[in-house]
């Protein structure tokens, strides 16, 4: 199921990790697993893909992209305990950590 959201209204603080992974995919085409610092983080659950809209009205010009593609998942790495990430997909194929909700 896709939606389009601002951000999460159930959390208030995330850590911005913004940093380039390695995404697994499933058949389906939902992130499976990552690779963050060389550490695989499995996919627990359901992944809900979830888009933010640009303010293109805010800038001069024609925008290139309106919608950026989040996958809000919940994952572990090992037995770690499980946290809450979104994972950005970007317009040339690049997955990014973009949030640690914790």
Do not use: N
Not at 3 to 30: C, H, R, W, Y
Not at 46 to 72: C, K, M, N, S, Y
Not at 82 to 94: E, M, S
């Amino acid at each position: 199921m896709t939606q389009i959201v601002d951000a999460p209204q159930f959390m208030d603080t995330a850590v911005i990790i913004d940093k380039t992974v390695q995404v697994e995919l499933s058949a389906d085409g939902d992130p499976r697993a990552f690779v963050w610092d060389r550490f695989e983080h499995t996919v627990i659950g359901q992944p809900q893909a979830v888009f933010t809209r640009t303010r293109w009205w805010e800038h001069t010009g024609t925008p290139t992209r309106i919608d950026t593609e989040l996958w809000r998942l919940d994952a572990a790495k090992g037995g770690e305990d499980q946290h809450r990430y979104d994972l950005r997909h970007d317009a040339d194929g690049t997955w990014v950590l973009a949030l640690d909700w914790g």
